[in-house]
């Protein structure tokens, strides 16, 4: 059974700093490029980063690029986004995601694992 479970969310003041985990299991983790996206009322589905099998190439979206960084374990099957300079605007529910494909895809349709979410607040 495929799980992806995110931890790390919550409350922030703007300017402030989070760290979100994920930890994969039921799929071989090294082998699919994880990716995160977000969620906020009224808007699209949002890339936000990526990170390709071996954890040495990753791709963040314009509006995170600087801010946002993303990591793999692979020993622990576990990936992370580390967040900073957090702004109001990234308040969103923020999924971790796992893909098969050979490509660090910021398209959500490249990605066949999605975890629950956990919401990430930050306050101006």
């Known amino acids: 059974q495929v799980q992806l479970v995110e931890s790390g969310g919550g409350l922030v003041q703007a300017g402030g700093s989070l760290r979100l985990s994920c930890v994969a299991s039921g799929f071989p983790f090294s082998d699919y490029v994880m990716g995160w996206f977000r969620h906020s009322p009224g808007k699209e589905l949002e890339f936000v980063a990526s990170?390709?099998?071996?954890?040495?190439?990753?791709y963040a979206s314009d509006s995170v690029k600087g801010r946002f960084t993303i990591s793999r374990d692979n020993a622990r099957n576990t990936v992370y986004l580390q967040m900073d300079s957090l702004k109001p605007e990234d308040t969103a529910v923020y999924y971790c995601?796992?893909?098969?494909?050979?490509?660090?895809?910021?398209?959500?349709?490249?990605?066949?694992?999605w975890g629950q979410g956990t919401q990430v607040t930050a306050s101006s």
């Open positions: 990170i390709r099998t071996s954890g040495e190439t990753t």
């Open positions: 995601t796992a893909s098969g494909g050979l490509w660090a895809s910021d398209s959500a349709s490249a990605y066949e694992y």
